[in-house]
């Protein structure tokens, strides 16, 4: 199995994309944390599964991540995945979004990032292999109207990607990101339907369609691919940016 013994952490991990990332890690093998501010949803999730646990983890919050990482390593061993997965979204154009809005897409999608790998790339620069997924979006390689602060930490977690994976490289870390387009989670759901319509592939995309690109960088497939960015789209952003 692709992740047999390895250890992984999941933000967002407890609904959602993020717990079908966690399911397919847990299937391939690894020790997975759950990360996640869902208390009661993430511990289900994790006593359903035979090697996960559950960890509290509000992204934002960087003295959590440093005591999340100390734990993870003291009860599953080192990190060789870390999957930020953790997101939100307030709808608003640039006119309507309230400042304390934008401020707080921008902490949880982007800064939420920053934090994990901050926190988790030393250990992996030291043991010398390790592979982080930022999760993104087709609106970090585009833009919608009515998603200012969206956009705007989706592009910044695209970037952030291609800096990190510089920094890293020849390290044995590999970091790249994947940009889904609608999918049905809660999250995707909260889109209006016409949209689901409007995609050229004619339907939403299912979280498990994205599980598959996120462990394909993941793991060792993926050993030659840092900086990237991987479209899960359907064909969404065909033309466009
Ligand atoms: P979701 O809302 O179902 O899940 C997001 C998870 O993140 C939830 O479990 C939530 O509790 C958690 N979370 C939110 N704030 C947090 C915080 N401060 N700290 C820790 N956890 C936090 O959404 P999803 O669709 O599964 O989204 C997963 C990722 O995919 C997000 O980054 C999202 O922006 C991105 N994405 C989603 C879509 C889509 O259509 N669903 C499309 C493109 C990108």
């Not at 997975?32 to 996960?52: K, Q, R, S, T, Y």
Request: charged share 20%; aromatic share 6%; glycine share 14%.
């Amino acid at each position: 199995m692709r992740f047999d013994g390895r250890v992984a952490i999941v933000t967002g991990g407890a609904r959602g994309m993020g717990a079908t990332h966690v399911r397919g890690l847990v299937a391939e093998g690894a020790r997975v944390a759950v990360c996640d501010i869902l208390d009661e949803v993430g511990e289900a999730l994790a006593d359903e599964l035979p090697h996960a646990r559950y960890h509290h983890l509000d992204v934002t919050d960087e003295a959590r991540w440093r005591s999340v990482v100390r734990a993870v390593e003291n009860t599953l061993g080192p990190v060789d995945v870390l999957v930020n997965n953790a997101g939100i979204m307030h709808f608003g154009g640039v006119e309507e979004q309230s400042p304390a809005h934008f401020r707080r897409i921008l902490d949880v999608n982007l800064v939420g990032a920053f934090l994990g790998m901050h926190t988790v790339l030393p250990g992996m620069r030291e043991r010398g292999h390790g592979a982080v997924v930022n999760v993104s979006s087709a609106a970090g390689m585009t833009g919608f109207a009515g998603g200012i602060g969206y956009v705007a930490s989706k592009w910044g977690v695209r970037g952030m990607t291609k800096a990190a994976a510089l920094d890293m490289a020849g390290s044995g870390v590999r970091i790249n990101s994947v940009h889904p387009g609608v999918i049905r989670t809660p999250m995707g759901e909260s889109a209006s339907p016409e949209l689901f319509a409007q995609q050229p592939v004619a339907r939403i995309g299912e979280p498990e369609e994205v599980t598959r690109m996120v462990l394909f960088l993941a793991g060792d497939d993926a050993s030659y691919t840092t900086g990237g960015e991987f479209l899960v789209d359907g064909g969404q952003t065909i033309g466009q940016g």
